[in-house]
């Protein structure tokens, strides 16, 4: 007999539900063994990342998948994905550099999904041919470029071909339009000294110009010099001494290189050795090879290790000992100035506690609930819903502290708020002020209010931080729009040659605020971000579009949030990859998980197969940092709703976010998700606007409500709650097939092992025999596979072992009593207790001070001394001898 007891450490769930499959149908057109139903184009403005408006079509002559042409403005840097079969493209975005402004066809070709395929669907019947000769101190292995009217002046896009001492282009164009250029060596640094630009016209039969420059502002001094934030730890503690590692492509001779750096939060300034702001740290060459012509060297030096908490900054430029001057990574810059600054933070990087644990529900202000119609300023209650969609529609901070009783009593913990700043329309992410609160939201006043009721019933309370942009009709850039130069801030903002200025994926409506700029930064970080966070004590920032900033300022923002309080919670959305979006770990605490979103739509609304969900955790775990941590999601307001997606099939809905909450993340609610908000209409039906049907008005009505899914969220929200392995605990896959998937989650208080099943009945093998208990029936089963039940969910407990080392047995009369260990019968047993005849006791064993069996009873037949005897393989069996059963 074994001295131990068989212990059940959690309670268990069992959820059934029917699930009706949901099926697509089009036409297939395959491409070789590529097989696809549809391809869609998405991508930044003229198109979008949500939605089907720009389906391709199969050429079955090439075999590729081609656009319909697309208007792009010249001289952009232009991202976009494929989606195929509602599945995104793997990887970072696609990047297309714009030659000049016309409409452009993508095509996709299925033997090579990442290849960059952009082509000119614009005729003209015009042409212009540039014919250059340069100064002779320009380096032989420099391209000469041409920046032009029709590629926003960008001196990077359009190259010029050699032939002899000549350089050539041809630009196409409308006959008798005129174009505006100036050429440069391949960046705005190295242009033509020239007070004007230079003019020609296009022609049919080809107008040839004959330039000469006679000289450039500048030379480079390499052809690339890349460090791309290679530095080693990427995530240092106070421990440790920094590696930093850069890539030089060069003709000439490179032999030396320094690191310029400072911890105080300046910007570091200096070159070829000598730093003017901050101290220095040398490079030294490791290694150069040589590949067609060209040398590729790498460098490598050390800044020292720093004290917790410190912001260190450093920008890096290479040289040759016997030239002038220096260039700088990775802007190739000849200045420090204008160099890439880099930046990491120096801490034991952990991310706070309660967001690893939280339930977070996301509220879109203005659809969730009207708590003062007094405020409606912008509300035109005469619009039919197709266009008040697009309006302000009423609702207000007040109504969200209306409806925390609902909240609270759903179980969440943690309200994530959309914007509320002045802006111009109801969503709130174009900032006219960013320290107001829009009269249609409300006051600052009764936004301290929500926050003070939302910590009075221990939630915590998130805002949706906008610090990438401005709306143009932001006073700010106003000012700098009209005064130029002259206005103070001009430089928060970046403006180009031919008056055209930097956007959020090119919305003209929306300027990039210029977070790089010293001035501009001290406002957003002293001004903008205390107000939030300290005045109205809000406590985290979710960041939008926090790919826009640079890493430098996400540094300085750290350091600036984490000494408000060190437990406040920043996480970013970055839409990229998995490699991108890693790189903010050690920056901020967390980033929204698109990459779950998708996995989850594909498999539960599109019925793809479950062994991607396992996929998806394990890239997961190989490629982010333990702490950061990864907010999950089924929907949000920039994309369709789940339950839409999924044919307003609620048991889809429940398998996927059943399976939501068992899994590594902080899970997230979009509101109405919980009561069955779906969408009144197609997004794919309409071409301006197509978000609004994700965002319509919150469900009050309780017999419009779905309550049975209700239910299901507030007990999977429970059950998330009660578990500490569901929040934080080890993921172990057991079994995944097409439709079944069978995990683990464990820590060191318990194991609990999820089983979801959107098929058929079916058995799969367990990675090892374990002892179950399912809750509803209170059977426990030991056995190495388990059978899943056809279209349904469960959470088992595992049946552990644990030795005994002590027993006490609680009696009335006689509480604390402790057993003796009869090793030869394997049995605990009592000293004689009287009891009386036909008189039933009420008892319970408690082992090891700790777990008890729960109540237990026994009525004797006879009055006398009575031995309990506890059994560790069978802890609830009742075994109370008289002396005469001896």
Avoid: C
Wanted: hydrophobic share 35%; aromatic share 12%; net charge negative.
């Amino acid at each position: 007999m074994k001295k131990s007891v068989v212990w059940i450490v959690m309670l268990s769930l069992l959820l059934s539900l029917l699930v009706q499959p949901f099926a697509q149908t089009s036409e297939v057109q395959a491409a070789g063994d590529k097989v696809y139903e549809k391809v869609v184009l998405r991508g930044e403005s003229p198109l979008r990342w949500d939605g089907d408006n720009h389906p391709l079509t199969f050429d079955e002559a090439e075999e590729l998948w081609v656009s319909e042409p697309v208007s792009l403005a010249g001289g952009r840097q232009f991202e976009y994905k494929f989606v195929m079969d509602n599945n995104w493209l793997s990887g970072e975005n696609l990047r297309f550099s714009v030659p000049q402004n016309g409409e452009y066809q993508f095509y996709f070709d299925p033997h090579n999904e990442r290849k960059v395929d952009v082509r000119p669907a614009t005729e003209y019947d015009g042409s212009i041919t540039l014919q250059l000769t340069v100064p002779e101190d320009t380096p032989d292995w420099v391209v000469p470029t041409v920046a032009t009217s029709n590629n926003s002046f960008n001196y990077s896009v359009t190259p010029l071909e050699r032939d002899g001492e000549i350089y050539s282009v041809t630009l196409q164009g409308n006959a008798g339009e005129e174009i505006q250029y100036r050429y440069g060596l391949g960046d705005q640094k190295y242009r033509e000294v020239r007070e004007t630009n230079r003019v020609a016209t296009f022609t049919e039969e080809g107008t040839v110009v004959e330039d000469t420059v006679d000289e450039w502002t500048g030379l480079p001094v390499a052809k690339n010099v890349s460090h791309q934030f290679k530095h080693d730890p990427f995530i240092p503690s106070p421990n440790d001494d920094v590696m930093i590692t850069v890539e030089v492509e060069h003709y000439g001779p490179i032999d030396e290189g320094g690191i310029y750096f400072t911890t105080d939060g300046a910007s570091p300034i200096g070159g070829r050795g000598e730093a003017e702001v901050g101290e220095f740290a040398p490079l030294r060459i490791t290694e150069t090879t040589k590949e067609d012509n060209v040398n590729q060297t790498t460098l490598e030096g050390l800044i020292p290790k720093q004290a917790d908490r410190t912001p260190v900054k450093y920008v890096v430029d290479v040289w040759a000992s016997n030239g002038e001057g220096s260039q700088f990574a990775d802007t190739n810059s000849l200045q420090a100035e204008e160099a890439t600054e880099f930046a990491y933070y120096v801490e034991n990087y952990t991310s706070p506690e309660w967001a690893k644990d939280a339930v977070i529900y996301h509220i879109f202000v203005d659809r969730f609930f009207d708590g003062n119609p007094d405020n409606n300023f912008d509300v035109d209650p005469s619009l039919p819903m197709e266009e008040a969609l697009k309006d302000w529609m009423g609702g207000d901070i007040e109504g969200v502290l209306a409806k925390l009783d609902y909240i609270e009593e759903l179980g969440v913990d943690t309200l994530w708020l959309s914007p509320v700043f002045e802006v111009p329309y109801s969503h709130g992410y174009h900032p006219t002020d960013f320290t107001g609160v829009d009269e249609n939201f409300g006051t600052v006043e009764v936004l301290k209010e929500l926050i003070e009721e939302a910590h009075s019933r221990d939630m915590k309370v998130i805002y949706d931080f906008v610090p990438n942009h401005t709306s143009s009709q932001h006073p700010f850039f106003q000012d700098a729009l009209e005064k130029g130069e002259e206005s103070p801030y001009y430089d928060w903002y970046t403006f180009y040659e031919d008056g055209t200025y930097e956007t959020f994926y090119g919305i003209e409506e929306l300027p990039q605020f210029n977070n790089d700029s010293a001035e501009a930064r001290d406002y957003m970080l002293n001004e903008v971000v205390p107000f939030w966070l300290e005045e109205l004590d809000f406590d985290g920032l979710r960041l939008d579009y926090a790919k826009g900033p640079s890493y430098s300022f996400w540094v300085d923002f750290r350091d600036k949030v984490k000494s408000i309080d060190p437990d406040m919670y920043v996480f970013g959305e970055v839409w990229d990859s998995r490699e991108k979006i890693s790189t903010y770990a050690g920056k901020l605490d967390g980033s929204l998980d698109f990459g779950f979103h998708d996995t989850f739509k594909g498999t539960f609304a599109f019925d793809g197969s479950m062994q991607s969900i396992v996929q998806y955790v394990k890239e997961n775990e190989a490629v982010y940092h333990p702490e950061y941590i990864m907010t999950t999601f089924l929907d949000n307001h920039d994309l369709p709703r789940f339950l839409y997606e999924a044919g307003n099939d609620t048991d889809k809905l429940k398998l996927a976010s059943f399976t939501q909450f068992m899994l590594p993340g902080s899970p997230v609610i979009y509101y109405g998700t919980e009561v069955g908000l779906s969408q009144s209409a197609n997004h794919n039906d309409y071409t301006e606007w197509k978000d609004r049907w994700y965002r319509e008005w919150m469900i009050w009505d309780e017999e419009e409500q779905d309550q049975d899914l209700l239910t299901h969220y507030q007990e999977i929200i429970e059950l998330r709650a009660n578990h500490s392995a569901l929040r934080t605990g080890d993921f172990q896959a057991h079994s995944s097939t097409r439709d079944g998937l069978v995990f683990e989650r464990s820590n060191d208080e318990e194991r609990v092992i999820v089983a979801v099943n959107k098929g058929a009945e079916a058995t799969v093998p367990l990675n090892e025999e374990l002892t179950l208990q399912h809750v509803l029936t209170g059977e426990t089963i030991t056995a190495n596979e388990l059978t899943i039940e056809g279209n349904s969910f469960a959470a088992y407990v595992v049946v552990e072992e644990e030795n005994v080392e002590n027993v006490t047995l609680h009696i009335a009369d006689a509480n604390g009593v402790e057993l003796t260990y009869d090793e030869a019968a394997g049995v605990w047993r009592s000293e004689g207790i009287h009891l009386k005849n036909k008189r039933t006791v009420t008892f319970n064993y408690v082992i090891n001070g700790a777990h008890s069996t729960g109540e237990l009873t026994f009525t004797p037949n006879r009055g006398g001394k009575f031995e309990f005897v506890f059994d560790p393989e069978q802890p609830e069996q009742v075994t109370v001898l008289h002396p005469s059963d001896k």
